[in-house]
């Protein structure tokens, strides 16, 4: 929105009404120029040109491959929405505001039942009411769907079972709202009620009507989805541990809170090709899943990406509203709109899982971390949705940022008949690591040393392996500790505030892009793939698939086409909402946007760019190496007076040809593992961040309120700040939801008792601490321009960091989030019956005595700091895997050094004893394999 | 599902014409007694940057401006706002001017998704009428109506104090930058005063 | 959501509207106020015992004034709070209701009436027939309370406004008007211990203010709100406390969102004869908080202590 191209009348400010407004209409229109007739180069903004080419911008993490080309022109800059003016002035059109000619209003019919079969539906009174266009049942579309190839489990509507109340059983069309309501209140279904689980243990057992059966490879007749073994390294090494955590751990179930309930709108146009506007942050796997249901080719349905009014991973999956609207609309050949209220958006959910996480965690005499256990059970609700990948995230991503002596992990994801869980800003990754992270708190303290320093002195360095075999290539994380250490003043703070004040530290790690395509038919399809084209008028129009959510990915590869090509952004034009124009996209999922298609458009434009250059060699006679690209201008390097304009170059370019074209897309290396499940957590690269967190506590009524956040961040680097800055702020608010007051709360029946947005407790401005956000540039050898994600890991580190700040303040653990007043308080309560306290005023606080250990780490971590530092500069490029901190050489596989290395993704016999809560599946056997017993 | 005392929701109740000012311009439309603004507005109306969140008071998305004040069209009862001049979103602009609260939500990252942004929008514009120089706690209270998921309200707090010191004077709108430097060539090779052999 | 079918009238006088009132009874027609709409029309979008027939009490001149001895029924609350006429603990208390949105269309007669609230029962209908409904609502069925079940005939959803117990500490007085006539009570007689009848208005008859004795401004107190967010929620729990200035015998302390009305203490107040620790225990023997909102009620009845012991001392 800055500079030049904006069409408006206006521009003389002196001319004001006296209400302070300007005169409309009576000035001049700015003259829309493709500008660069200047003879002379126009000053550069050196300050965001690299060091490495000359400018000034400083590369503490070393250069770039893309710093060539760089101009200068947009990345780095603080750059507003580009679709900020369409929001602010309520042109932006969501899900409901898409109202075509002759729309009718659809309408779905929701279970009444936990769980039950349908034994038959009776539409005749619906039908028969004045108004009614059409209904359609479960028969209408048989064929099953789900955001995972291998775990197709929905359907339109219910085929035979419902799965959980609100689970969609028909749908009606009807010329209104009021109509359609009232045809769905008039739909009978008779219902034979089965027993319905709730209970996530209850989940393991078998039972006679499992939620889902998955043929031969069902595990008894349990209602498991999806379990998950793995183990790594020596689990010798936790004998004699100098300290030992042991954390068990209750999460609820939390929603995305979207502001825009979903909506969609189906079209069936007079050429017989379906028309679907729908808010999605997936709209390719929504496509994909459109064919399959209505049975028609992917070519004939054009999905319309709507603005969206927020996803959070909430609007990531294909939906069976999106399958109804299509299908109605194909009844009615009108357009259908369906919209949800608050209480449906809970009803699809596919918010965090419930679970139930235990940790136990080791560390040795010299403070080294020699194990991680943990046991994840988690409660995956009606339908599979992104559940198998889920099942491996919350082990594989609490791998890093640590090196670890041995990593061990259980999952199971079970079924129950609630609302199903899926995909959630930090997908996976936020509960364990707030377990992990609580954890290494307590053993800190135990060993009394600096909570900052045990993790400084157990970081991985950049450029390394996990024990997982997770490649790690650039890593602020030993910064961004730094950072906030300093911001917050912590060592005059921590364990020296008084009772009722508390400080904590928690750290992130979370993927950028998720190694492996979730459909990856065909095999070399990339990840993600941009065209660009320039027609004479020089405008650059960019399509793409990426679906922007309000994080400002559309921004981005704007920023990254303007600054490769040295254009002002606002002449850079991306369409990105329907899939007609655009290329295929895997879509907003696993922090994949930035890094994947801001690479693509790096691509593209470049090769654009070689062109220009091409013809302004033909007009210059300069070879392209000896040109500069500045301002709409192309220069000979040594002489600028000797030069042309963009568009000069750009016409000469598009001789015989037409308009300029170019295709860039992204894949990722191959990398990783081989062992069962190894692509789960892989990445191009990975983000880092760690908060400091301050709290209130009111030691009489259990009310926490957080006050101020230090958040470092490690997006490599910020394309644009104002946007990373908002992506941080805004993660501590939703995180900070999840530990102090969001829960998706099941009664005593198993109904969700809080289906809206006053019960459900999304934190308000009163609750909001100040936040200063820290953004650290680790400048990722493989992201554009140096970027990695900034979307989804800063939600991590605040979690882990309230709690901390809570038992520093009152010296109490809790393990049951939110912390809600209730909770607090009890356990406050508990304590000062133990300690026999009268007054809760009188509760001790946590201090701190540093142990012998404490000066061993803080040597051991500035050592660290020296070697990290060469890594990132890649002055020490020697191998580096998870074990070295533990003597092993790193050029030697480690299975050959030690005997007890270990990398194994089932249990042996010995350890299925042992197994915990969610590792207990294991005793269980696959119907397969029971069949082989009989 | 529907129990003996199910409240049919047809036939709607007697419509009568629905007149208010909407943005300076007087709308009448049909609409049926028991209607809420916040459906008059989306959906006979047309101002369709009035956003529906929660429909039930929680959300703020739906707020438009009644007679200056700040309010929750899904709590409002479209009769009884007749005749009354109603603001929405907009409504704000002048022309394809911005007003300094909407250029500044946009320059200071007060809209991320831009769902809630119509509600914060009229919400803050309603208190810098009143206000131009509110402090950091008033303009927390007056939007602690609206509830954000992306932006964490902290860029939300700064975009309406930058607009607020536009209201004061003491910092002036962004103006639509002519362009810095016009090409003299627009027209390109075909351009009537482009120089021939120009640059070849 | 969409409101279910109703007709609406906006009467311009207080006797219009009793005309009307008295029009509709008369015909066997059952109807609601409408005050500002914040608690009724969430209701009515769930379909909770919505009527076919709607006054609105908007268009009436005259109702919203705010003094200190006297607050029309349509007074917003956003304005009470703002005021600087009104006693600075009505002030308090009305600026901790909801949020700032929410105030400007609140009257402070619909809070005083606002509906008792219940987890099993603020839904939609949808949600109520998958507990196959409940007594407050049962829509024909005779279905059974959901809080406190094998019992028929009483509702203990609970009374969750902000406003009643600032006022009954200040011993106003509700003025009521209907087709027969005025009358008038102190607040404290106002409620009547149901969940579903609530309080002590007549078919017909409707709040037309509150007002307080002239000493009125010699009081002080303060009011204390338990919620887990300071926008939006409703309290878990609320304890009131007002004094004559420079005198604590003449205490008086309130409660609400602890039972199915708001009630005050005078009993306990004397029996503890100024220890307010005593107090504390007395009432929070008094009350019995059920499980019928966000909290835990053992939570929000151990809060008591707390809050009695905040709102006494400020
Ligand atoms: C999200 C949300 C949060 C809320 N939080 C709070 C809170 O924290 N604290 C709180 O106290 N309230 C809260 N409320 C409820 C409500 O906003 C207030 O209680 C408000 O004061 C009700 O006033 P009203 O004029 O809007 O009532 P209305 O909705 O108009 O009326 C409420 C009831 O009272 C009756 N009524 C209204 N006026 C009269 C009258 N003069 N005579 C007789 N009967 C009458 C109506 O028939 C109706 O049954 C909240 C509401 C919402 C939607
Ligand atoms: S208290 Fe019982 S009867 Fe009353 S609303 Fe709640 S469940 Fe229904
Ligand atoms: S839609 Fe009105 S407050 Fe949410
Ligand atoms: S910008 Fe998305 S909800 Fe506020």
Request: charged share 20%; with cysteine.
């Amino acid at each position: 929105m800055t500079g030049g191209y904006k069409q408006q009348p206006g521009g003389s400010k002196k001319e004001l009404r006296k209400d302070g407004k300007r005169v409309a209409g009576k000035q001049r229109f700015a003259p829309p120029g493709s500008g660069g007739s200047k003879p002379v180069m126009s000053k550069r903004d050196v300050d965001f040109i690299p060091e490495t080419i000359g400018g000034k911008e400083s590369q503490p993490a070393g250069a770039h491959i893309h710093d060539r080309a760089r101009t200068g022109t947009a990345v780095g800059k603080r750059t507003p929405l580009v679709d900020a003016n369409a929001k602010v002035t309520g042109q932006a059109w969501y899900g409901d505001d898409v109202r075509l000619q002759g729309e009718i209003i659809g309408r779905i019919v929701r279970s009444p039942h936990h769980y039950a079969k349908v034994k038959s539906i009776d539409t005749s009174k619906a039908e028969a009411l004045p108004g009614v266009l059409a209904v359609a049942t479960g028969e209408d579309a048989p064929n099953p769907f789900g955001v995972l190839p291998v775990t197709k489990d929905e359907h339109a509507m219910a085929v035979e079972k419902v799965r959980h109340v609100g689970d969609l059983v028909a749908c009606v069309a009807a010329v209104d709202e009021a109509t359609a309501r009232e045809a769905a209140a008039l739909i009978e279904v008779d219902y034979e009620v089965l027993d319905s689980i709730h209970d996530i243990k209850k989940g393991l057992e078998d039972v006679d009507e499992p939620i889902h059966w998955r043929g031969k490879y069902h595990v008894g007749t349990t209602n498991l989805q999806k379990r998950v073994f793995q183990e790594f390294g020596d689990r010798s090494l936790v004998n004699n541990p100098r300290a030992m955590h042991n954390g068990k751990w209750k999460f609820k179930g939390v929603n995305h809170g979207f502001t825009e309930p979903h909506a969609v709108v189906a079209h069936w146009d007079p050429n017989g090709r379906l028309q679907l506007y729908t808010p999605q942050q997936v709209p390719h796997y929504a496509h994909r899943a459109l064919a399959t249901v209505l049975e028609i080719p992917m070519h004939q349905i054009n999905v319309i990406r709507t603005f969206v009014g927020g996803g959070f991973g909430g609007k990531s999956d294909p939906f069976p509203h999106e399958m109804c609207a299509a299908i109605l609309s194909r009844k009615t050949g009108r357009p259908v709109r369906i919209t949800f209220d608050r209480e449906e958006v809970f009803w699809v959910n596919r918010g965090r899982h419930p679970s139930l996480i235990e940790v136990e965690m080791y560390a040795d005499d010299d403070g080294r971390i020699s194990g991680f256990d943990i046991d994840a059970l988690i409660d995956g609700g009606g339908f599979a949705s992104f559940g198998h990948v889920t099942s491996y995230y919350n082990g594989v991503l609490a791998t890093a940022p640590y090196e670890l002596g041995s990593f061990h992990y259980t999952g199971a994801r079970v079924w129950t008949n609630k609302p199903a869980s899926g995909a959630m800003r930090g997908h996976g990754a936020v509960n364990t690591r707030c377990a992990v992270e609580v954890g290494l708190d307590d053993m800190a303290e135990q060993m009394q040393v600096d909570p900052i320093d045990l993790r400084l002195a157990n970081l991985l360095p950049p450029h390394s392996r996990t024990i997982s075999g997770f490649r790690i290539t650039s890593n602020g994380m030993r910064q961004a500790l730094h950072r906030v250490r300093e911001g917050s003043d912590w060592d005059n703070k921590f364990r020296k505030l008084p009772l009722g004040k508390g400080i904590g530290v928690g750290c992130g790690f979370f993927i950028s892009g998720s190694g492996l395509p979730i459909h990856w038919d065909p095999n070399k399809f990339p990840h993600a793939t941009v065209h660009i084209q320039v027609d004479m008028d020089g405008g650059v129009t960019v399509h793409s698939g990426a679906a922007e959510i309000g994080q400002g990915s559309t921004t981005a590869i704007a920023q990254v086409v303007a600054e490769v090509l040295a254009l002002p952004i606002e002449m850079i034009h991306v369409r990105s909402h329907e899939s007609d124009t655009s290329p295929v996209d895997l879509g907003s999922y696993s922090s994949r946007v930035t890094f994947m298609n801001a690479n693509a458009a790096i691509r593209a434009a470049l090769e654009i760019k070689d062109k220009l250059l091409e013809a302004a060699w033909e007009v210059l006679g300069y070879h392209p190496n000896a040109l500069v690209l500045n301002d709409r201008r192309i220069y000979y390097k040594h002489d600028p007076s000797i030069s042309m304009s963009y568009l000069e170059a750009l016409h000469k370019a598009q001789e015989d040809k037409g308009s300029l074209i170019a295709s860039g897309a992204y894949r990722s290396p191959p990398m990783g593992g081989v062992h069962k499940g190894a692509a789960a957590g892989l990445a191009p690269a990975y983000s880092f961040s760690a908060y400091v967190a301050e709290v209130d506590v009111d030691v009489e009524t259990g009310l926490i309120k957080c006050t101020n956040v230090w958040a470092a961040h490690d997006c490599g680097k910020a394309l644009n700040p104002l946007a990373v800055e908002g992506q941080i702020i805004g993660s501590c608010h939703m995180g900070l939801g999840q530990v102090l007051s969001e829960q998706m709360v099941y009664g005593r029946t198993g109904h969700l008792q809080n289906p809206n947005l006053l019960d459900y407790k999304i934190p308000s401005i009163h609750e909001m601490p100040h936040v200063t956000p820290i953004i650290i540039e680790s400048c990722d050898p493989e992201g554009p321009f140096g970027a990695k994600e900034a979307g989804e890991g800063p939600l991590l580190p605040i979690l882990p960091a309230v709690v901390n700040a809570v038992y520093d303040a009152i010296g109490i653990r809790i393990n049951d989030l939110p912390l809600t007043p209730d909770k607090v308080w009890a356990a406050i309560a508990k304590k000062m019956k133990l300690e026999g306290i009268e007054d809760a005023t009188g509760l001790p606080t946590p201090r701190l005595d540093f142990s012998a250990l404490q000066a061993k780490l803080v040597t051991r971590s500035e050592q660290h700091e020296l070697r990290d530092n060469r890594r990132q500069r890649s002055e020490d490029t020697d191998a580096y895997v998870n074990g070295v901190l533990f003597g092993f050489d790193p050029n030697i596989p480690l299975e050959d050094q030690v005997d007890g290395w270990k990398m194994s993704t089932k249990p042996t016999p010995e350890q299925l004893a042992e197994l915990g809560l969610a590792g207990s599946i294991w005793l269980k056997k696959e119907q397969r394999e029971m069949e082989g017993d009989n | 599902m529907v129990g003996e005392q199910h409240i049919a929701m047809v036939p709607t109740g007697p419509s009568s014409i629905w007149k208010a000012s909407v943005n300076g311009q007087l709308k009448e439309v049909l609409a049926p007694s028991n209607s809420i603004l916040l459906d008059v507005l989306r959906d006979k109306v047309g101002t369709l940057g009035v956003k529906r969140g929660c429909d039930m008071g929680t959300c703020g998305c739906c707020t438009v401006m009644i007679d200056g004040i700040p309010r929750l069209s899904c709590l409002t009862l479209a009769a009884e706002v007749a005749g009354k001049d109603i603001t929405t979103v907009e409504g704000l602009a002048d022309g394809a001017h911005l007003a300094p609260i909407q250029q500044c939500f946009g320059d200071h990252g007060g809209s991320q998704c831009g769902f809630c942004t119509p509600g914060f929008l009229i919400t803050a514009q309603a208190l810098l009428n009143n206000n131009p120089n509110p402090t950091n706690e008033q303009v927390e209270c007056a939007i602690e109506g609206n509830l954000c998921r992306c932006t964490g309200y902290q860029q939300i707090v700064e975009s309406i104090q930058a607009a607020a010191a536009i209201h004061r004077g003491e910092s002036e709108l962004k103006q639509p930058a002519s362009d810095p430097h016009p090409d003299p060539h627009p027209l390109g090779p075909d351009d009537p005063t482009m120089p021939p052999g120009h640059a070849r | 959501m969409l409101m279910p079918p109703f007709e609406l009238y906006l009467p311009v006088s207080i006797t219009a509207a009793c005309e009307k009132a008295a029009e509709l009874l008369a015909g066997g027609f059952e109807f609601d106020w409408i005050a500002g709409g914040t608690d009724l029309i969430p209701n009515y979008k769930w379909h909770i015992n919505s009527k076919p027939h709607v006054i609105s009490l908007a268009n009436i001149d005259g109702l919203d004034s705010i003094s200190m001895t006297e607050v029309g029924c349509m007074a917003r609350l956003h304005d009470i709070s703002e005021s600087t006429e009104a006693h600075p603990l009505v002030a308090s208390a009305a600026g901790k209701v909801a949020s700032s949105l929410i105030r400007r269309n609140a009257t402070i007669g619909g809070n005083l009436c606002l509906d008792t609230r219940c987890f099993w029962f603020n839904q939609s209908e949808e949600w109520r027939s998958s507990i196959d409904w409940c007594h407050k609502c049962d829509c024909g069925t005779g279905a059974d309370c959901r809080v406190i079940p094998n019992q028929n005939d009483l509702c203990v959803a609970t009374y969750q406004g902000d406003l009643a117990p600032a006022l009954m500490v200040l011993d106003a007085t509700v003025h009521l008007i209907g087709p027969n006539g005025p009358r008038k009570m102190p607040l404290v007689d106002f409620y009547r211990l149901d969940g579903m009848t609530k309080n002590v208005l007549e078919k017909g008859e409707f709040l037309l203010k509150v007002t307080f004795s002239a000493d009125v401004s010699q009081m002080v107190g303060s009011y204390q709100k338990l919620r887990v967010r300071e926008s939006w929620d409703f309290p878990e729990a609320g304890v009131a406390a007002a004094w004559v200035k420079g005198d604590r015998e003449t205490l008086k302390v309130a409660t609400t969102a602890l039972e199915s009305i708001p009630r005050r203490h005078d009993e306990q107040v004397e029996q503890a004869e100024g220890d307010i620790k005593q107090l504390a225990q007395l009432i929070f023997k008094a009350v019995k908080p059920v499980n019928n909102t966000s909290l835990p009620p053992r939570y929000r009845r151990n809060m008591i202590k707390v809050l009695v012991k905040r709102a006494c001392s400020e």
